[in-house]
């Protein structure tokens, strides 16, 4: 390794996780932040801060762009209308159809934008911290959405009939209900908000641990590897920044997913016996 | 070099080789629906991305078992 190197990367402050030695595989440690203070014992962090400041910005913005609604929209009040129109029509009334979209509308809204802020904030220069790469960020927001979708269904059906609607299914012998209803009620009533919750945790963090991976394993091939090292560590960190590319539309696409599937849910709880 | 780590990753490697596939399956059949029948793509547009995120379940499962189990 090159003496100049080691002079650029020590000016940095950069040194690989057991530089010198074995190379440290990052994990599920790496995304243990300390707290900034605590409170009664519990310590602070980064992601509490990034869910405030998530939901700040989108009340923010969206105040802003409704504040003074003209017939002529200006560029800020047109920016919220289009984006507020996209989830209003492509999420709301498609999915959960044209007579009852309007009521769940606001929440379906408000989650996708809060979503939205909170995943990219893992591409945010200075933040690159995804907020629900902690998993019980994720679980919360699911369990949000299981009250709500049983909730609907509930006081549309009552508790009996909802229950009905979703482990027994139609067209189907009552011979086989000892064993569908179980499995029904297992899969739509437990599994589903865990399911939502996974999906969007896992994904956040396993698409962050591959970014710390391919940066901690490009400095380690340099400091490290000699002449090898030297060369195929740069294009590790090349290959960071296009997956930090695919990893912004990783962000995008689970937070349409998961809106997409709290609509379906919500539809599925509204829907009538056939 | 010396690299420490778990070898359930190679099993979550191998067993992301489904989903892998089933997501391609998905995408296939969009593409070709799309192309005979264009007009289709914004009600074929959520149904394929719905069976995305379901056979995506899968591989998610199996990465955090990946980590749970040692």
Redesign the interface.
């Known amino acids: 390794m090159s003496s100049t190197m080691t002079m650029v990367l020590a000016a940095t402050g950069i040194r690989a996780e057991g530089g010198g030695?074995?190379?440290?595989?990052p994990?599920?440690g790496n995304f243990d932040l300390p707290g900034f203070f605590e409170i009664a014992g519990t310590p602070v962090t980064k992601p509490m801060f990034q869910l405030v400041l998530a939901g700040v910005i989108v009340f923010g913005f969206f105040w802003l762009a409704s504040r003074r609604a003209t017939l002529v929209p200006s560029r800020l009040q047109f920016a919220g209308e289009s984006a507020y129109g996209m989830v209003r029509n492509?999420v709301g009334r498609?999915?959960i159809g044209s007579q009852d979209y309007l009521r769940y509308t606001p929440y379906l809204f408000t989650l996708f934008f809060f979503l939205l802020l909170n995943n990219f904030f893992s591409s945010v220069p200075g933040i690159q911290f995804p907020t629900f790469s902690r998993a019980s960020m994720a679980y919360a927001l699911a369990g949000l959405s299981w009250v709500i979708y049983n909730g609907v269904g509930i006081r549309k059906h009552g508790l009996i009939g909802y229950l009905k609607l979703q482990t027994v299914p139609s067209g189907v012998s009552p011979v086989m209900y000892p064993l569908l209803v179980p499995l029904e009620f297992f899969s739509n009533i437990l599994v589903r908000p865990v399911?939502l919750a996974?999906?969007l945790f896992?994904?956040m963090?396993?698409g962050h641990l591959l970014l710390i991976l391919f940066a901690t394993g490009g400095l380690y091939l340099i400091q490290?590897?000699g002449i090898v090292g030297l060369v195929a560590g740069p294009i590790a960190w090349l290959l960071m920044i296009a997956i930090s590319f695919l990893e912004l539309l990783v962000q995008f696409?689970q937070a349409?997913?998961f809106v997409?599937?709290n609509a379906?849910y919500i539809q599925g709880a509204l829907a009538d016996e056939h | 070099m010396a690299i420490n780590g778990s070898a359930n990753m190679i099993g979550y490697g191998l067993a992301a080789i489904g989903p892998g596939i089933g997501i391609g399956l998905i995408f296939a059949a969009y593409i070709s629906g799309v192309a005979r029948q264009p007009e289709a793509q914004s009600r074929l547009q959520s149904i394929a991305i719905l069976g995305f995120a379901l056979a995506e379940a899968l591989a998610i499962i199996g990465i955090a078992l990946a980590f749970v189990l040692s």
């Open positions: 030695g074995a190379f440290e595989t994990g599920p492509s498609d999915i399911t996974l999906r896992a994904n963090f396993a490290n590897e696409l349409y997913v997409l599937l379906m």
